[in-house]
C-alpha cells in the first residue's frame, strides 16, 4: 500500500524560546512524509524552486520517499516565518510566500493517480482540491489553518465536501465549526463533508469525533519541547501512514492510528525541523507506543459501598 500527500515543502525561518533557526527545510507535505515513511511507501506532490538543493533533496531520499510528483520551477520555495512563545501550542506567523506554488497547476503521475490514500497536506484549499479530484482514493484525510479559513472560506468549504477526514487544530475547529464549544463545532464540521473529525490539542493531546463516536487521548509527556512546527503534519503523518500499512479504517484501527500519529508528533517536537525524525528508530516508536497506552489505560471497576 502506499500513500500520496501533497502540501508545502517549505523553507522556514523559526524562532522559539529556545533558540532560532533560518530557511531550514519544512513544509506541511515534508513533516508528513518524513513521518509517514516510517509506516509505508509515500509519494510527494509539491513544487519547488531552484533554492532546494541536493542537501534539502537528502532528507527525502534518506527515507525512500518518492518525488517523481515533486516539481522543480526557476523562482524560489515556499517560505514561512513563524514565532512561539512560551505557550508552545501557538505559532504566531510572521510570514507566509507562497512563491512557485501560487501558479502551481499539478499534473498527477500514473502512479500518483493510483495511490489508494490521500492526505491533502496544508496548502491552498483549490490546489487541495485539483489533487483531490485526479486521484480515486479509497480514504482521503486533509489539513488546513487559519490562513485558509480566513482568505479562502469557499474554497475550504468546497474541499471539505470532498473528503472523509479532517485534522486540524482546536482553534481551527472553533473557527470552521464558527463555535466556541469544540463538540458542537465537531458537529457542525461532520455535516460539511468529512465522516471524521480528528482534533489535534497541542501539549493535551488528541480527540476524533464521528456522529456515533469519541475517542481520546492525552499527548506524550514531553519535558523538552524544542520546537512545535510540523507536530501536527508528523501525527497526521504517523496517522495516516499507519492506515496505510494495515490497510484497515475500522474504529480500532482508527484509535491505533491516533496514538501513532502521537508518537511522531512527540519525537519531532524534541528537536527543530526533520533532525529528530532523521535519526529516529522503530524500537523508540514501539516504546512510545506502548507507554502512551499504559498512560490512559484503567481497570473497569463499581463504585465501592458507601
Ligand atoms: P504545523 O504542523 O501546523 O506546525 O505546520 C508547520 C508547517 O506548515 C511549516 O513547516 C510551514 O512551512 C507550513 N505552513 C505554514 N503556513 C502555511 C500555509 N499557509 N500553507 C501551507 N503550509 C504552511
Given at each position: 500500500m502506499s500513500i500520496l500527500v501533497v502540501g508545502s515543502v517549505a523553507f522556514d525561518s523559526v524562532k522559539t524560546p529556545f533558540g532560532e533557526r533560518e530557511r531550514i527545510l519544512g513544509g506541511a507535505a515534508t513533516y508528513f512524509s518524513v513521518a509517514a515513511s516510517f509506516f509505508t511507501r509515500v509519494r510527494v506532490v509539491a513544487v519547488v524552486g531552484d533554492d532546494f538543493g541536493p542537501a534539502e533533496e537528502a532528507v527525502f531520499r534518506e527515507r525512500e520517499?518518492?518525488?517523481?510528483?515533486?516539481e522543480r520551477v526557476p523562482g524560489r520555495s515556499f517560505h514561512w516565518s513563524g514565532e512561539y512563545g512560551y505557550d508552545l501550542n501557538v505559532a504566531r506567523t510572521r510570514v507566509t510566500q507562497l512563491n512557485v506554488f501560487a501558479d502551481f497547476k499539478p499534473k498527477l503521475s500514473d502512479g500518483a493517480r493510483e495511490t489508494p490514500y490521500l492526505f491533502l497536506g496544508n496548502i491552498q484549499p483549490t490546489l487541495q482540491l485539483e489533487v483531490r479530484e485526479q486521484v480515486a482514493a479509497k480514504l482521503v484525510a486533509a489539513d488546513t489553518m487559519n490562513y485558509w479559513i480566513d482568505n479562502t472560506p469557499d474554497d475550504l468549504r468546497a474541499m471539505l465536501e470532498r473528503i472523509d477526514v479532517l485534522v486540524i487544530n482546536d482553534a481551527e475547529a472553533r473557527e470552521i465549526g464558527k463555535e466556541p464549544n469544540l463538540v458542537r463545532a465537531a458537529r457542525r464540521i461532520l455535516s460539511m463533508g468529512p465522516s471524521r473529525l480528528v482534533v489535534k490539542r497541542g501539549e493535551y493531546g488528541v480527540v476524533m469525533f464521528s456522529k456515533d463516536s469519541y475517542f481520546a487521548t492525552p499527548a506524550y509527556p514531553i519535558e523538552q519541547v524544542f520546537d512545535p512546527t510540523g507536530a501536527g503534519d508528523s501525527f497526521a503523518g504517523g496517522f495516516m501512514g499507519y492506515l496505510t500499512a494495515t490497510n484497515a479504517i475500522d474504529e480500532p484501527a482508527l484509535r491505533r492510528a491516533i496514538i501513532y500519529g502521537s508518537v511522531m508528533a512527540s519525537f519531532n517536537?524534541?528537536?527543530?525541523?526533520c533532525e529528530r525524525m532523521r535519526r529516529l528508530t522503530y524500537d523508540e516508536i514501539n516504546a512510545r507506543f506502548r507507554e502512551l497506552r499504559a498512560f490512559s489505560n484503567f481497570e473497569e471497576a463499581e463504585m465501592p459501598p458507601f
Open positions: 520517499i518518492d518525488i517523481t510528483d515533486l517536537v524534541e528537536e527543530f525541523g
